[in-house]
Structure formats: structure tokens, C-alpha cells
């Protein structure tokens, strides 16, 4: 079946700093990957859709100075987060779509907390 | 941009009890995927159904294009149900999904 693991799950960084986050599909070949923002109290936001081969696709109110995604090839794609401050906690989830694929499949998410 | 309006913010249940969850949305959707979020908040895709009417275990999604709108519809619910529902919609295939604020479900025994 298809599958997505994220790592790490949970990841506590210092204001300022940076946090670099993994997505791994196992089962399938991601040919597109979304990357989504839970912040408290809120519901998922997109950040990017990220297509192989084509450009990243950021939605208003994310960039890639801060968001910058790399996405090398069918089963990985990884998204850091500069310069963290408060603002950027919650939870990040990926979700990857194969080719002529349907559904999208999220995996658990990274849990970001600021200090 | 594509709205999604999800009714009602919050619902409780006695167990055993059924429960309908609506989602309303702005644009014709070329995807609609329902998800369970859990206190913890992992998130889990429960039924993928862009158009007509899905099943699995005891939940039944029906989906009416046209007037866009669908639903979630949860049979004899149990405590173990309880979370939020999210309802998430694609309007341009394959372009990332846009998610509704949820509904919150709280079944007690």
C-alpha cells in the first residue's frame, strides 16, 4: 500500500534558527508533493505543491527565502523552515499524489514548537 | 480562492448515536477527501468521494457536485469516534487541497 512517513515527528528549535523536515513515500511514486501548515487553533493551510520536474508552487503569504523545498526525486521531499519564530509553530504534513493519482496520502506530520 | 465551509463548528453525541457533517464549497471540486484529526492530531484520510455516495465501515459520504456540497455521515457512533472532521477540497486537479475548519465530534458513553 501507499505510505508516508515523516520524520522528525516532533522537533522543538530556538527562535531564529532552523528546522529542516523529511518526507519519505514508500509504495508509490510521488510525483507531486503538497506541503500543508496546522498552526494552533487553525486548520491546514497550503504552503506549496511541489511537482517534479516543474517549479514550486507557492501559495500568498509563504516564499521560498523562508520555505525553501527540495523535491530530488519520486520518494523523498524535504521542506525547511528559516529563521523560525513563534509564529511558525504547529504541525507540517506532506502529502504526496502519484501520477494520475486521486488521492492525496499524508503522512503523520512534523510537530514544530518555537522557544 | 476556494472556500470550504464545514457545519456544524462542534457536535456532541451520546454513543450509539448517528451524526451528519456537512461541507459546503465554493468552486466545483475535482477532489473532495474527508479526514479524522485525533486529540493528538494526527490526521487520517477517511474516504476520498468527489461525486456521488461512498461507504466504508460506518461512515457514508455523499457527495452532490452541483450544488456543492457533501456530507459525512457517522452510524452508531462510539467514544472512540471523537476528534475533528476535516473535509478538504482540490477545484483544479491535483493543486493542493484546501481544508475546511472541521467539525468537532465528542461522543460520550
Known amino acids: 500500500g501507499a505510505l508516508v512517513y515523516q520524520y522528525p515527528r516532533r522537533t522543538i528549535c530556538k527562535s531564529g534558527t532552523s528546522m529542516r523536515m523529511e518526507c519519505q513515500a514508500v509504495g508509490f511514486q510521488a510525483t507531486s508533493v503538497a506541503w500543508y501548515r496546522q498552526s494552533p487553533q487553525k486548520t491546514f493551510e497550503l504552503i506549496a505543491l511541489?511537482?517534479?520536474?516543474?517549479?514550486?508552487?507557492?501559495e500568498q503569504n509563504f516564499t521560498q527565502e523562508k520555505f525553501p523545498i527540495s523535491h530530488p526525486n519520486l520518494s523523498f521531499s524535504s521542506m525547511t523552515v528559516l529563521n523560525a519564530y513563534l509564529e511558525d509553530r504547529g504541525l507540517y504534513l506532506c502529502?504526496?499524489?502519484?501520477?494520475?493519482?486521486?488521492?492525496?496520502?499524508f503522512g503523520p506530520g512534523t510537530r514544530l514548537t518555537v522557544l | 480562492g476556494q472556500q470550504v465551509q464545514q457545519s456544524p463548528a462542534s457536535l456532541v453525541l451520546q454513543e450509539g448515536e448517528n451524526a451528519e457533517l456537512q461541507c459546503n464549497f465554493s468552486?466545483?471540486?475535482?477532489?473532495l477527501q474527508w479526514f479524522y484529526q485525533s486529540p493528538g492530531g494526527s490526521l487520517v484520510s477517511l474516504l476520498s468521494n468527489p461525486s456521488g455516495t461512498k461507504h466504508t465501515g460506518r461512515l457514508t459520504s455523499t457527495t452532490v457536485t452541483k450544488e456543492r456540497r457533501s456530507s459525512l455521515h457517522i452510524s452508531s457512533s462510539q467514544t472512540t469516534d471523537s476528534g475533528t472532521y476535516l473535509c478538504a477540497i482540490d477545484d483544479n486537479y491535483a493543486q493542493g487541497l484546501t481544508f475546511g475548519l472541521g467539525t468537532r465530534v465528542s461522543v460520550f458513553p
Open positions: 502529502g504526496a499524489r502519484e501520477t494520475g493519482g486521486y488521492e492525496q496520502y
Open positions: 511541489s511537482t517534479v520536474n516543474s517549479a514550486i508552487k507557492y
Open positions: 468552486s466545483t471540486a475535482t477532489q
